[in-house]
C-alpha cells in the first residue's frame, strides 16, 4: 500500500479547532505521526506550538481523539517512561506511547530525561518536531537552532549579527545511545516520512525509538506560508538536513543527493538568514558538509 492511501485511509485523530498557524510543519507532522498510530495511543505533549494550538485541550475539551497529556516542558520522556512501564506490567504492552514535542522540550529542558529514557531503552516512540526554536513564545533560540539565524534572543545588530554558536546535531546525539530505533525525516519526503513512523512504532516495542522531522515555521522564519514544503525539501537537497535512519543494521543514508543545491540557495527567501553575509553562508556550508560526510561514513562502515 502506498503512503498516500495509507494516510488517506487512516483517521485522522486531531478533532477540528486546531489553532495553528498556516503553513505550520508540527500541525502536519502531528497528523502524519498520529493517523498512523491510530485509536490505540496515549500521547505525552509537553508544552510548546503543538500544546498551545489547543491538541492538549482546554475547559475538559480534548484536542485530539485519544488520550493526550501535557507533562511538564522538562519531563515528556520520564511521564512516558512512567505510563509505558504501567502498562507494560498490565499486560498491555500493544498500546502505543508517543511523545511528541518541539526542540526546546527535547534539546534543552528535556534532554537529561530524554537521554536517560533512551539509555535504559524504555518502550516508546519519541517524536521531536524542530522548527529550530521556541516558537510558540515569540521564537527565543533554542540549541537546534542554525547558526547564524535572527531570533528574539539573538538579534541582529551591531553586538551579534544573529545566533553565534553552531546548531547541535541532536538525531546523531541520539542515535549513540544503544536505543533501537533513529530516524530522520520531512515533511517534504512523505513516503519516506510514513515508512519511518511504522518503523518507529514498531521498534517501540522493543525500546526506544527516536524520530527528528524537519518542522518549517513560516511564522518565525519569516517566509510565505505557501512555501513550507519547498522550505523543507530544500533543507533536504542541500544536505542541511540529511535524511537518513539507525537500525538493528546500522546507519543508512535514506536519500543521497547527487547535485546537492548550495546553502545560499536553501537560505533564499527565508528572513531569518536575510542577514548573513558570505563568510556566515560560507561558515554554515562548511558545517553542512562535515556532518554530512561523517554521516556518509557511518552507512559506509554499515554496507561493509
Known amino acids: 500500500m502506498s503512503y498516500i492511501d495509507i494516510l488517506k485511509e487512516a483517521e485522522d485523530q486531531v478533532t477540528p ?27 505525552g505533549i509537553p508544552p510548546g506550538c503543538m500544546a498551545g494550538a489547543g491538541v492538549v485541550g482546554w475547559n475538559y475539551a480534548n484536542g485530539l481523539k485519544i488520550p493526550v497529556h501535557i507533562p511538564l516542558l522538562d519531563n515528556t520522556a520520564s511521564f512516558l517512561t512512567g505510563l509505558s512501564q504501567m502498562y507494560e506490567r498490565k499486560g498491555r504492552g500493544e498500546v502505543n506511547m508517543i511523545g511528541i514535542a518541539g526542540d526546546g522540550a527535547t534539546a534543552d529542558c528535556g534532554f537529561q530525561s530524554l537521554s536517560a529514557a533512551a539509555e535504559r531503552n524504555e518502550k516508546m516512540l519519541y517524536v521531536c518536531y524542530d522548527n529550530e526554536g521556541y516558537m510558540n513564545t515569540g521564537y527565543q533560540r533554542s540549541s537546534t537552532t542554525t547558526k547564524g539565524s535572527r531570533t528574539s534572543t539573538t538579534p541582529i545588530g551591531a553586538v551579534i549579527n544573529g545566533k553565534q554558536q553552531q546548531q547541535k546535531y541532536l538525531p546523531l546525539i541520539m542515535s549513540m545511545h544503544g536505543l533501537t530505533y533513529c530516524a530522520t525525516a520531512s515533511p517534504s519526503h512523505m513516503a519516506d516520512f510514513v515508512k519511518k513512523v511504522e518503523k518507529g512504532l514498531a521498534a517501540s516495542k522493543k525500546g526506544f525509538a527516536y524520530l527528528h522531522v524537519f518542522s518549517p515555521c513560516p511564522t518565525g522564519w519569516a517566509y510565505s506560508p505557501e512555501k513550507a514544503i519547498e522550505v523543507a525539501r530544500n533543507a533536504v537537497r542541500s544536505n542541511m538536513f540529511p535524511l537518513w535512519e539507525m537500525d538493528e543494521d546500522g546507519y543508512h543514508m535514506n536519500v543521497r543527493n547527487k547535485t546537492p543545491i548550495s546553502v545560499k540557495e536553501f537560505i533564499q527567501g527565508i528572513g531569518k538568514f536575510k542577514n548573513l553575509t558570505e563568510e556566515d553562508i560560507n561558515s554554515i556550508q562548511q558545517i553542512a558538509d562535515q556532518r554530512f560526510h561523517i554521516l556518509m561514513r557511518l552507512a559506509e562502515q554499515g554496507m561493509e
Request: glycine share 18%; proline share 0%; charged share 15%.
Open 17 to 43: 479547532g486546531m489553532s495553528a498557524c498556516q503553513g505550520c510543519g508540527g500541525e502536519l507532522i502531528l497528523r502524519t505521526v498520529l493517523k498512523i498510530a491510530g485509536k490505540n495511543t496515549i500521547v
